[in-house]
C-alpha cells in the first residue's frame, strides 16, 4: 500500500506528511517510525496488514469511561511507533519492526470487519496497542468499511499527527483516547523524541470536532510528576476543552528503557486531588484496591452513576441515554 500524505523532493528523497516529525527520507530508507519506507521516489508502507496482537476487551481497558461503558471492543494493533519513549510500557510491539519476528500475522480490511461482526456483543474496533498513526491508511481504510456496517471506531493514540490526516480520521473514528505525556515540551523532546504542542492541537481539534476523548496521562516519578505542571496541564485541559473532559492518571511501572519505581501511590492521590479541583470526571488507573478515582459521580447531584472493580463495571444509577438517574443531569456518558 502506498502512503497517502507526503511529497517528492527534486533528488528522489521525499518528505512525509503524516506526522509532525515530517521525516525525509532517502531511496532505500524508512522515517523515523520504521513503518514507511522511500522505494524509488515512492513512500510505501513496510507493516501494511501485519497484526501483532488482536483481542477482545473491555472498553475500560483503552480506557475509555464515558464511551458505551460495559461494553466490549475488537482490539487490533501492528508494529511501530513514531515516538521513542524512554519509558513505553509496550515496547515488544512498538519499538520493533516486523522483520522476523514470529508473532506476524497478515490480514486485510474487510476480515477484520468480518470477525468484529461475528464476535458476541462487540462495539466496534479499537485501533490500539501499538500507535495507530503508522498504519494510517490500513486504519482508515479498516474504520470506513467499519462504520458502514454499522461499528463504532476507536482510536487509541499518541495524538502525534499532523492535522490533515487527522483531519480525515474525525470522520470516521468515534472515539479517542490520547496520551497528554507531560505538560513541558522539554519532556517532550527528551523522553519522547517529540513536541508537545501537535499534541495539544491534536487534543483541541478532536474536542472541536465533538468526537469523544478522553485522555490519559502516565505519571513517570520525577520526570512530569510535579504538582505545578501538572496543574498548568489540568488546567489547560479544563479551559480549552472542558470541564467534562475524561481524564485518566495512571501508574507507570518500570519498562524498556527507564527504570525508575512504580509511581508511589500517594503521587498518584495527590494529582487527583489536583485535577479534580479542574475537572468532573478524574480516574487513577493501573492500581487495584483503591478508593479514589475508580467510580463515576454526577457532577450535578454526587451521586454514583457508574461503579468500577477492576474491569467489572456496573451502571447503578445511569439511563440508558447516559443521564444522571438521581437528578437527570447529562449526559455523562456516550450510550
Ligand atoms: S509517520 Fe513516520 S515517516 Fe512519517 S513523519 Fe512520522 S515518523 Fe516520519
Known amino acids: 500500500m502506498d502512503a497517502k500524505y507526503y511529497t517528492v523532493n527534486a533528488d528522489t528523497s521525499v518528505t512525509c506528511t ?31 496488514g501485519i497484526i501483532a496482537s488482536s483481542n477482545l476487551d473491555p472498553i475500560e481497558k483503552k480506557p475509555l469511561y464515558h464511551y458505551h461503558p460495559d461494553s466490549k471492543i475488537f482490539s487490533i494493533g501492528g508494529y511501530g511507533c513514531n515516538l521513542k519513549c524512554k519509558f513505553c510500557q509496550n515496547s515488544e510491539i512498538s519499538q520493533c519492526v516486523p522483520t522476523g519476528y ?14 468484529a461482526l461475528n464476535l458476541p456483543n462487540n462495539l466496534g474496533i479499537a485501533y490500539t496497542y501499538n500507535e495507530p498513526t503508522v498504519f494510517f491508511e490500513f486504519m482508515l481504510e479498516t474504520a470506513r468499511r467499519a462504520k458502514e456496517a454499522g461499528l463504532k471506531n476507536v482510536m487509541v493514540t499518541n495524538g502525534y499527527i499532523n492535522l490533515a490526516p487527522l483531519s480525515e480520521l474525525l470522520g470516521v473514528i468515534d472515539a479517542f483516547n490520547v496520551d497528554l505525556k507531560a505538560f513541558s515540551d522539554d519532556f517532550y523532546r527528551t523522553m519522547t523524541g517529540a513536541r508537545l504542542k501537535p499534541v ?19 505519571v513517570i516519578p520525577g520526570k512530569n510528576d510535579s504538582p505545578d505542571e501538572a496543574e498548568d496541564m489540568f488546567r ?47 480516574y487513577i488507573g493501573n492500581v487495584r484496591d ?39 443531569y447529562g449526559p455523562v456518558a456516550v450510550m
Not at 469523544?212 to 496521562?217: D, P, Q, R, V, W
Open 102 to 115: 514470529s508473532g506476524v500475522r497478515d490480514i486485510n480490511p474487510q476480515e477484520i470487519i468480518d470477525k
Open 290 to 328: 483503591i478508593n479514589q478515582g475508580t467510580n463515576t459521580r454526577c457532577p450535578s447531584c454526587g451521586s454514583t452513576v457508574i461503579k468500577r472493580d477492576g474491569y467489572n463495571t456496573s451502571l447503578v444509577a445511569l439511563d440508558s441515554k447516559g443521564y444522571c438517574k438521581i437528578c437527570g
Open 18 to 48: 503524516l506526522c509532525p516529525h515530517g521525516c525525509t527520507i532517502k531511496n532505500g530508507h524508512v522515517g523515523i517510525c520504521g513503518t514507511r519506507r522511500n522505494s524509488n521516489g515512492k513512500l510505501v508502507l513496510t507493516s501494511e
Open 200 to 218: 495539544l492541537n491534536t487534543l483541541d481539534a478532536i474536542c472541536q470536532a465533538g468526537n469523544h476523548l478522553e485522555i490519559a496521562f502516565l
Open 236 to 282: 489547560w485541559i479544563s479551559q480549552t476543552l472542558g470541564k467534562n473532559t475524561v481524564l485518566h492518571i495512571n501508574r507507570f511501572y518500570p519498562a524498556y528503557k527507564f527504570n525508575a519505581p512504580p509511581t508511589p501511590v500517594e503521587k498518584l492521590l495527590e494529582l487527583y486531588e489536583i485535577a479534580t479541583g479542574w475537572l468532573n470526571y478524574v
